[in-house]
Antibody, heavy 116, light 105 residues
Framework: QVQLQESGPGLLRPSETLSLTCDVS????????LTWFRQSPGRELQWIGY???????KYNASLKSRVSMSVDSSQTKFSLRLTSLTVADTAVYYC????????????WGRGTLVTV | FVLSQPPSVSVAPGRTARITCGGS????VHWYRQGPGQAPLLVLY???HRPSGIPERFSGSNSGNAATLTIATVEAGDEADYYC???????????FGGGTKLTVL
């Protein structure tokens, strides 16, 4: 069964750049999008953006100037980069899978806490 | 797209919990359960369908302006935050409700 696992630094300083990785195992990501979310302590889920296995991506307009996503050639390692961090970027970051043509997210990674 | 959920719902063990998700012309509503310190877990998709492994106690409905997640015979383990989600086709991204904290009394 497919599993997603986020990894990255847990503590960063303001103005630094966040780099997270989502490792996918157990299934191919062909025909799937990898989506990044974050959730602040207030519990609201925020969509950051998504990337297709081919590299096509779309970002949340509110973060677009600071976000970039990529996928490696094996299509098992998806990366998120968020620049110019502020305290407001403190959150648990999740990756989740969505199939082409569908709108549900399943499964999700366990999440990784990032504190700025 | 704005999805409205009640911040909290409380129910006694063994009773039925109903969590609503209000919106305008919403369709294909998905529901996620998020326990403390856990990632969201899909419990219903496309309004009424249960993923493999989700108990039959979980069911859903959608009138177009409000979707409802119904949890029958509530157990202590059902205590969690529940989120509804739809897709915004105009802007091509997901939209989530604010979440409902289910408390089992």
């Amino acid at each position: 069964q497919v599993q997603l696992q986020e990894s990255g630094p847990g503590l960063l300083r303001p103005s630094e750049t966040l780099s997270l990785t989502c490792d996918v195992s157990g299934a191919s990501m062909r025909l799937y999008y990898l989506t990044w979310f974050r959730q602040s302590p207030g519990r609201e889920l925020q969509w950051i953006g998504y990337i297709y296995f081919s590299g096509y991506n779309k970002y949340n307009a509110s973060l677009k100037s600071r976000v970039s996503m990529s996928v490696d050639s094996s299509q098992t390692k998806f990366s998120l980069r968020l620049t110019s961090l502020t305290v407001a970027d403190t959150a648990v970051y999740y990756c989740a899978r969505r199939r082409l043509g569908e709108s549900k997210f399943d499964p999700w990674g366990r999440g990784t806490l990032v504190t700025v | 797209f704005v999805l409205s959920q009640p911040p909290s719902v409380s129910v006694a063990p063994g009773r039925t919990a109903r969590i609503t998700c209000g919106g305008s012309d919403i369709e294909n509503v998905h529901w996620y359960r998020q326990g403390p310190g856990q990632a969201p877990l899909l419990v219903l998709y496309d309004d009424i369908h249960r993923p493999s492994g989700i108990p039959e106690r979980f069911s859903g409905s959608n009138s177009g302006n409000a979707a409802t997640l119904t949890i029958a015979t509530v157990e202590a383990g059902d205590e969690a935050d529940y989120y509804c989600q739809v897709w915004d086709p105009k802007n091509d991204h997901p939209v989530f409700g604010g979440g409902t904290k289910l408390t089992v009394l």
